[in-house]
């Protein structure tokens, strides 16, 4: 049974900064892909990140190029989201999700519950 599990959410001010985690078992963690999406209140899932299986490519969002850094770790089958000067408008529901390297959620096989990131001004 696969399972995504994130952690690191929770409440933040303006131009802080904040890592979250997400923790995979129960596939071959080293043949997927990962992203990250967020979904904020009303909003549809909205595309953050991603990293391909071996971590060598990267995609962001234009939104958070250049504040988010994304990482992988194959060892500990762990990938990461390192959020720098976060602004209130990233205040969602973050997801991590395995499958083929796509900015597409509906590409996308396995999903986490999602964490909450709340960005205060």
């Known amino acids: 049974q696969v399972q995504l599990v994130e952690s690191g959410g929770g409440l933040v001010q303006a131009g802080g900064s904040q890592k979250l985690s997400c923790a995979a078992s129960?596939?071959?963690?080293?043949?997927?892909?990962m992203a990250w999406f967020r979904q904020a209140p009303g909003k549809g899932r909205e595309f953050v990140s991603n990293?391909?299986?071996?971590?060598?490519?990267?995609t962001y969002a234009d939104s958070v190029k250049g504040r988010f850094t994304i990482s992988k770790d194959n060892d500990k089958n762990t990938v990461y989201l390192q959020m720098n000067s976060l602004k209130p408008e990233d205040t969602a529901v973050y997801y991590c999700?395995?499958?083929?390297?796509?900015?597409?959620?509906?590409?996308?096989?396995?999903w986490g519950q999602g964490t909450q990131v709340t960005v205060s001004s």
């Open positions: 999700a395995a499958g083929p390297f796509s900015t597409l959620h509906n590409a996308y096989r396995y």
């Open positions: 129960g596939l071959t963690y080293s043949t997927y892909a």
């Open positions: 990293i391909n299986y071996a971590g060598s490519r990267t």
